[in-house]
């Protein structure tokens, strides 16, 4: 949802707005001398809107957060990729690979 404010309120309040924007995916249009100058919008709304991710994108992330893998921190990541590149490592090692 888009609120006007002006920018008075915008300086005034500016936590609480971008709280506001982060939590709850508020905008505000600021107006100064009754014209809109300015939007304040999140991060990740300014992404939705402006660079959605493709379907597949889409798809790759529903079947990550089914898995729970969504949750990974780095140290997880790094973690499975060392595993896998012993594991290739290994197999090509062995006779005949």
Known sequence: MTRK???VTARTQ?????DRAVEHN???L????????VLIMSVV???KT???APDWLKDIQADAKR???DKLTMVDI???IAAARRERRERNKQPGA
Do not use: C, H, S, Y
Not at 14 to 18: K, R, V
Not at 30 to 37: F, H, W
């Open 67 to 69: 898995k729970g893998l």
């Open 78 to 80: 790094d973690a499975e």
């Open 30 to 37: 600021v107006e100064r001398n009754g014209e809109p100058v």
């Open 14 to 18: 500016f936590g609480q707005i971008m």
């Open 45 to 47: 709304d300014f992404v």
């Open 5 to 7: 404010i002006t920018a």
């Open 26 to 28: 508020d905008r505000f």
């Open 50 to 52: 402006l660079a959605p």
